[in-house]
T-cell receptor, first 109, second 113 residues
Framework: GQQVMQIPQYQHVQEGEDFTTYCNSS?????IQWYKQRPGGHPVFLIQ???SGEVKKQKRLTFQFGEAKKNSSLHITATQTTDVGTYFC?????????WGAGTKLIIKP | DSGVTQTPKHLITATGQRVTLRCSPR?????VYWYQQSLDQGLQFLIQ???????AKGNILERFSAQQFPDLHSELNLSSLELGDSALYFC????????????FGQGTRLTVV
């Protein structure tokens, strides 16, 4: 069945540094969604990408969908403490969302 | 507030017991999804219902069952509980089944002692 690989599992950054998480699939995706889960919270939808090569921005967050629609990335510029949490990608397949394992953003003290 | 309501928020029970978790989806959403999240782990998809019918099944144990009622609320039943069933259980809803975002409830934290 459909699988999506998400890396890295953790990323430790200094506040102000950038953060990137990647999702990869062996098959072409119809779309990809990104969610954020704050510590102790529930996943919250951030964005959905549908078109090949699509790039969308939300303030300091930049989302990209690969030209082949097999990979996607989320980049955060100049991280802040409010960015702490786990970022998940998810793809639609057979009436369900298939989730990446998540990348945990940790701000170094 | 996502509009998805889960009850109870916390549940502590003993091994071997049975519990029922309840989810009310957002108004108008026909799909309900159940997920299990163990400590610091990813989301494990359990099961999905669409308009009262089971639509997709994930890694759901035979001891677990779920249903969606005519008013679209859903219940997840966990029986013969084991220590390893301790986890956060999320319900999510979406308007349809494809290409739509999922709205998550606050989750039910289940502790089996």
């Amino acid at each position: 069945g459909q699988q999506v690989m998400q890396i890295p599992q953790y990323q430790h950054v200094q506040e102000g540094e950038d953060f990137t998480t990647y999702c990869n699939s062996s098959t072409t995706l119809s779309n990809i969604q990104w969610y954020k889960q704050r510590p102790g919270g529930h996943p919250v939808f951030l964005i959905q990408l549908v078109k090949s090569g699509e790039v969308k921005k939300q303030k300091r967050l930049t989302f990209q969908f690969g030209e082949a629609k097999k990979n996607s990335s989320l980049h955060i510029t100049a991280t802040q403490t409010t960015d702490v949490g786990t970022y998940f990608c998810a793809v639609n397949s057979n009436y369900q969302l298939i989730w990446g394992a998540g990348t945990k953003l940790i701000i170094k003290p | 507030d996502s509009g998805v309501t889960q009850t109870p928020k916390h549940l502590i029970t003993a091994t071997g017991q049975r519990v029922t978790l309840r989810c009310s989806p957002r108004s108008g959403d026909l799909s309900v999804y159940w997920y299990q999240q163990s400590l610091d782990q990813g989301l494990q998809f359990l099961i999905q219902y669409y308009n009262g019918e089971e639509r997709a099944k994930g890694n759901i144990l035979e001891r677990f069952s779920a249903q969606q009622f005519p008013d679209l609320h859903s219940e997840l039943n966990l029986s013969s509980l084991e220590l390893g069933d301790s986890a956060l259980y999320f319900c999510a809803s979406s308007p349809g089944t494809l290409n739509t975002e999922a709205f998550f409830g606050q989750g039910t934290r289940l502790t089996v002692v």
